[in-house]
Structures are given as C-alpha cells and as structure tokens.
C-alpha cells in the first residue's frame, strides 16, 4: 500500500518561498501520475500541479503558473513543489496524490486519485 507524507510547510511572508516534498513508502513512485492540491479554510479542495511518470509535461492551475514548479526524483521516491513569489491566497493546506498511470500518459488534475498523504500547512502572511 503507498503511503504518501507531505512535509515542508510553514510560515513564510509573502513573497517568500517555500519547497514541499511528497515522499513515498510502501511502494516506487515510478508507476504513478503525481497531482499537487491544495484546500483553504471554507473553500473546496483544488488542484495546483500535477506531473506525468516521467517527469516532463508538467501542469498549473492558472493561479501559480509561473510561480511553482512541481519536479520529481523517482530515485528517491520524493516529489517536490517549489513555490515561489508566494501571496496570501495561497494559505492553505497542501495535500499530494497519486494515480497509477501507463508510462507515457499525461498528468490530468481531474484523475481520480487513489493515494492521499495528510497534508502540510502553508500560511502566508506578514
């Protein structure tokens, strides 16, 4: 069974930057389209960011492209989002997920994904 542990949260003022890991057990990361989501309070849960299996073709939610980059190392089982030029919109609680996908399919934010980590908090503010 994949399990999924976010880490990297925090405080940070805006404009700071923050780097989230999404580290693996139980299981290669190699087999699976990572998706980055994000929920802040009173609000629905959104995809950020997600990666195909190779690690090419990345995708942004129109709210942090150009300021996250979502990156991979399938060697050790970690998927990352750096998150620049953060605002204050951007608090919220950061989850990673996980599809089983064939090697050369697209990552999609709309996947049903099957593996959840907890969570790490990101909170903006000055």
């Known amino acids: 069974q994949l399990q999924l542990v976010e880490s990297g949260g925090g405080l940070v003022q805006p404009g700071g930057s923050l780097r989230l890991s999404c580290a693996a057990s139980?299981?290669?990361?190699?087999?699976?389209?990572i998706g980055w989501f994000r929920q802040a309070p009173g609000k629905e849960r959104e995809g950020v960011s997600c990666?195909?299996?190779?690690?090419?073709?990345?995708k942004y939610a129109d709210a942090v492209k150009d300021r996250f980059t979502i990156s991979r190392d399938n060697a050790k089982n970690t998927v990352y989002l750096q998150m620049n030029s953060l605002k204050a919109e951007d608090t919220a609680v950061y989850y990673c997920?996980?599809?089983?996908?064939?090697?050369?399919?697209?990552?999609?934010?709309?996947?049903?994904?099957?593996?959840w980590g907890q969570g790490t908090q990101v909170t903006v503010s000055s």
């Open positions: 990666v195909r299996r190779s690690g090419g073709s990345a």
């Open positions: 997920a996980a599809r089983r996908r064939p090697l050369f399919s697209q990552c999609d934010l709309n996947y049903d994904y099957d593996y």
């Open positions: 139980g299981g290669t990361l190699d087999y699976f389209v």
